[in-house]
């Protein structure tokens, strides 16, 4: 069983980093570190004023540390806000981690979603807005 | 050799000549040694008489060679003159059966013939057992010096046989001495006074084959004798007493002796109550040194008349023995118990209840009186929460050390509650040492201060042994510290240096001073290392350690010095409140808590995904709380978490008032909580929320650490 290595300095840090990239049409975000309550206004803010041109976003979870249920609702409006404007959201998260669980245990996965395997998967699947079936098992 | 040499050579032995009767007093026994002459022929014996009665030799005379082995029946020979030819039982045959008896196997015959007898007859009597021939007549000087060879061999066979017998008798002394001895030997000299009286009992009345034994011991005003202590037979109860004076047993205590009493008379409370369970003699003994009666040592038998006046005899030299044994133990106690009191009143009393860390503290003053005092140990909490730990040894011993020590400790706690780092008030220390004791006086010291949430340790040592550390695992190594000299020794005008080391938790830090591992002839290494192979050995409950690190270093064996031990754990696990959190009611303290229980659970070596749930229901909760606050900032809320044997409990609680969950997503944090903890309660007053949950833990990670 694999033990978490932590260090003091992590209170010196700012939990999360965003790394925002847009790339014909499609908005990528990734996030490093923690997400919850007390920075979860970030995440709106760098998922938000999209173009109406563009054809969806792509939150990448795979180097993210922690999620909490703060971060699955800006995830559940986000996604209805971008539905509503014919957008598409794509999460990316590893099979697994943490990060994962949290978004299965909120049921944000059982809305019919599909899951991409890679953040090349997703923007792919945003350009055919199609779902890449076997992702669903990588 | 003249027949009066033979003769004075004779006079010298008294012994006993016939060893059928050896077991005789030795005054009984016959002055000379016996020579058996057996022939048919009157005259011959007659002959044989008059030859060999200068030797002043016992002679016996048979006339057959039945009545020869009669003789043989009730005495013994040195030398037997067997004649050869005799009517019926011939001198070969009897010499068969001289030879088949064990009790005359060995007795020498010599035979007697006429001088024209032929070669197979020598070699036939030979056969028989001879040890020589004399061919009739005989020459009386051959004949005698022939007879006094066989005469003088037999006395010093006999003599040596008497040699052997003192020294078995010599040895039965040296055993009964030795058992005196062990009224006074050295083993005793350093017990307690409560152990020593049963000891000197159950020896006394092994000594004399006693049934039962007691002493009694004057009181105060030296009028009465208490019974102290009773050995075998439940007679009497401890505490009863009896008048100086009052019959035989207290009669004793002033007596110059001890005295037997042959048949026991009812004559006081205490006799009636022995003889009431049988007792029928008795022994006793005044305890006495110099000039002070100290008691009186009794033994009693369940036989009428079982001492004798030679066991009085004995008995009183025990007795000044065990008197002796038991003067010295007194003195040692008033001494020591004064010292061991005044030590004992200046360590503390209690250790500090300190949730994340488990104290525990052992002294053990020297079992030489000389020596107790000095060594001390402190544990305090200090205003920041963090936890000093000093042990130290001041140089001496007695009244002086144990208040130097006072001293010491009292500044100690006053520069750090002062503020001062360990290494500071150390240095202070040292100043203060030199200053007050000027050259006269040394200490050692180590100081610990250790931070008990981050198990963030500094060292300061001051020519202090070093210390141990215990990892969870069990591994023991020297904490490796530059130490300087003792305080009030060196000239610095730097501060002392500060070792940096975390304890990690579960780990233990073990103090001590030089008397734990002290041995005469050994060096101070080899003592280092038998306690890290001792504790290394050693069970894991704190306070079965310090018993066990004792039990090995030190044993039965009185401590030639003072010990005094600290032993300091980092709890990993169960009771105790290892997580206390007091934040404000704002979204920052989201991740604070959240951090807070990932590490404890980190610390107690949680699997990531407990770890993950215990982060993930902490972090839920807390952002309930700061949302259930009106205005963010004015208040506070608490998350309270322990690690026990079965699982993680967590409380989290606000002074807010609960909102219901509001739209699709607002029960989302709670639905996450049920879902990673196992016990979920939330209770709901006009005064605030609490959060009650619990994640089990069939795998306890308490019971798991590697």
Redesign the interface.
């Known amino acids: 069983?694999?033990?978490?290595e932590?260090s003091?300095a992590?209170?010196q840090r700012p939990?999360a980093r965003f790394e925002v990239r847009e790339e014909s049409g499609v908005r990528t975000v990734r996030v490093h570190g923690?997400i919850?309550?007390?920075n979860v206004a970030e995440l709106r803010s760098a998922t938000t004023k999209l173009s109406n041109e563009a054809l969806g976003v792509v939150l990448d979870l795979d180097h993210a540390e922690?999620i909490?249920?703060?971060t699955?609702?800006i995830l559940?409006?986000l996604r209805q806000r971008l539905a509503r404007r014919g957008q598409i959201l794509q999460v990316v998260s590893q099979r697994g981690s943490?990060v994962h669980?949290?978004l299965e245990?909120?049921g944000f996965l059982d809305d019919g979603m599909p899951w991409p395997a890679s953040v090349a998967e997703a923007a792919a699947a945003i350009h055919s807005r199609l779902a890449p079936d076997s992702a669903r098992s990588a | 050799m003249s027949a009066s040499e033979v003769a004075a050579d004779l006079a010298e032995l008294d012994g006993p000549t016939d060893r059928s009767t050896a077991a005789a007093p030795v005054d009984d026994v016959q002055s000379s040694t016996s020579i058996l002459l057996v022939d048919d022929h009157e005259e011959n014996l007659l002959a044989l008489e008059a030859v060999l009665e200068p030797l002043g030799q016992r002679l016996v005379c048979a006339r057959s060679g039945e009545e020869a082995l009669r003789k043989l029946l009730h005495d013994e020979f040195a030398v037997i003159l067997l004649d050869v030819r005799m009517p019926g039982m011939g001198g070969f045959e009897t010499a068969r059966y001289i030879n088949a008896r064990e009790r005359t196997r060995h007795t020498p015959i010599i035979f007697l013939t006429g001088h024209n007898v032929d070669t197979e007859y020598v070699f036939q009597g030979y056969e028989a057992g001879a040890v020589d021939y004399v061919l009739k007549p005989f020459e009386p000087a051959v004949m005698r010096s022939k007879v006094l060879v066989f005469v003088k061999l037999y006395q010093e066979r006999m003599q040596r046989i008497r040699e052997a017998e003192a020294r078995a008798q010599a040895e039965a002394v040296v055993t009964t001495v030795r058992k005196l001895q062990s009224l006074s030997d050295a083993a005793l000299a350093h017990l307690q006074l409560d152990e020593l009286l049963p000891e000197l009992l159950a020896r006394s009345a092994a000594l004399f084959d006693a049934e039962t034994a007691g002493l009694l011991l004057t009181d105060e005003d030296g009028t009465r004798l208490v019974l102290r202590a009773t050995y075998g037979l439940e007679a009497l109860e401890e505490g009863c007493t009896v008048s100086v004076g009052e019959g035989f047993i207290g009669g004793a205590f002033r007596a110059p002796a001890a005295v037997a009493l042959p048949h026991v008379a009812a004559d006081s409370a205490l006799h009636a109550s022995l003889s009431a369970v049988g007792v029928r003699s008795l022994l006793a003994a005044p305890l006495a040194v110099g000039d002070s009666r100290l008691g009186v040592l009794y033994l009693g038998s369940r036989q009428s008349d079982h001492f004798s006046a030679e066991d009085a005899e004995l008995m009183s030299l025990g007795a000044e023995r065990a008197a002796r044994a038991l003067d010295h133990a007194r003195s040692y106690e008033r001494e020591r118990g004064l010292v061991e009191m005044l030590q004992r009143s200046l360590l503390p009393e209690r250790l500090p209840e300190l949730g994340a860390l488990e104290l525990a503290a052992r002294y053990l003053p020297s079992g030489s009186a000389a020596k107790v005092g000095g060594d001390w140990y402190d544990a305090t909490l200090l205003p920041d929460q963090r936890v000093c730990l000093a042990i130290g040894d001041v140089v001496g011993h007695g009244v002086r050390a144990a208040t130097a020590m006072a001293e010491l400790r009292n500044a100690l706690r006053a520069y750090l509650l002062e503020g001062h780092a360990a290494a500071q008030a150390v240095s202070r220390l040292d100043d203060l040492v030199k200053s007050i004791h000027g050259e006269g006086m040394a200490a050692t010291l180590a100081v610990v201060t250790l931070d008990p949430s981050t198990g963030s340790a500094r060292l300061t040592n001051a020519g202090h042994v070093p210390a141990l550390v215990i990892s969870a695992g069990g591994d023991a190594d020297y904490v490796e510290h530059r130490s300087r000299t003792p305080l009030g020794v060196g000239s610095y005008t730097d501060e002392f240096p500060e070792l940096e080391f975390t304890l990690p938790p579960g780990s233990t830090l073990v103090m001590f001073t030089d008397g734990l591992i002290e041995r005469r002839g050994e060096s101070l290494d080899e003592g280092l290392e038998r306690l890290r192979q001792a504790v290394g050995e050693g069970p894991s409950d704190l306070e079965d350690l310090c018993t066990h690190i004792l039990t090995e270093l030190i044993g039965d064996r009185p401590a030639g010095d003072d010990v005094a031990l600290l032993a300091v754990r980092r709890r990993p696990s169960s009771s105790g409140n290892p997580l206390l959190l007091r934040l404000p009611a704002e979204t920052g303290s989201v991740p604070v808590a959240r951090h807070a229980i990932g590490k404890l659970l980190y610390e107690h070596g949680a699997t990531a995904d407990e770890t993950h749930a215990l982060e993930l229901a902490v972090s839920e909760a807390a952002a309930n709380a700061v949302e259930h606050a009106y205005d963010p900032g004015d208040h506070e809320f608490e998350v309270a978490a322990e690690v026990r044997t079965d699982g993680v409990y967590v409380t989290v609680r606000d002074s807010g008032r609960w909102r219901s969950p509001r739209g699709r997503a607002r029960g989302l944090g709670l639905g996450l909580i049920k879902q990673v903890m196992d016990e979920v309660d939330v209770q709901r007053t006009d005064n605030g929320t609490t959060l009650r949950m619990v994640k089990r833990m069939t795998d306890s990670p308490a019971a798991t650490r590697e």
């Open positions: 069983v694999s033990r978490r932590q003091p992590d209170e939990l923690e919850d309550a007390s922690y909490d249920s703060a699955v609702r559940f409006e943490t669980r949290v245990l909120t």
